[in-house]
């Protein structure tokens, strides 16, 4: 079964930084293309984030360009999105994602990490 799991989260203070990851089981990383999204609470699906298969192409949205940081590592077969600066804006469920059908819509989804942002 192909499975996404996200880790990494949790609560942070206003300027902090966390780390999160996102382990592939059940496939491999190896040529897919990645992306990170969040959901703030009663709000939508928003795309933050993405990462080609080869690392060469990432795209941030505007909100998080010049703070947030995505990688991978094909061998471990885990993608991470770095987060610095962060707000009480980025107070948000993160999820990692494959096969995007739309910004909204992707064909596999982790059940996501809890992170917020808050003094």
């Known amino acids: 079964e192909m499975q996404l799991m996200e880790s990494g989260g949790g609560l942070v203070q206003p300027g902090g930084s966390l780390r999160l990851s996102c382990v592939a089981s059940?496939?491999?990383?190896?040529?897919?293309?990645m992306f990170w999204v969040r959901q703030a609470p009663g709000k939508g699906l928003e795309l933050i984030s993405s990462?080609?298969?080869?690392?060469?192409?990432?795209y941030y949205d505007r909100s998080v360009k010049g703070r947030f940081a995505v990688s991978r590592d094909n061998a471990k077969n885990t993608v991470y999105l770095r987060m610095n600066s962060l707000k009480p804006e980025d107070t948000a469920v993160y999820f990692c994602?494959?096969?995007?059908?739309?910004?909204?819509?992707?064909?596999?989804r982790g059940q996501g990490t809890q992170v917020t942002v808050s003094s």
């Open positions: 994602a494959r096969d995007r059908v739309s910004d909204t819509i992707y064909g596999l």
């Open positions: 059940g496939f491999s990383l190896t040529g897919v293309y």
């Open positions: 990462i080609s298969a080869d690392s060469e192409d990432t």
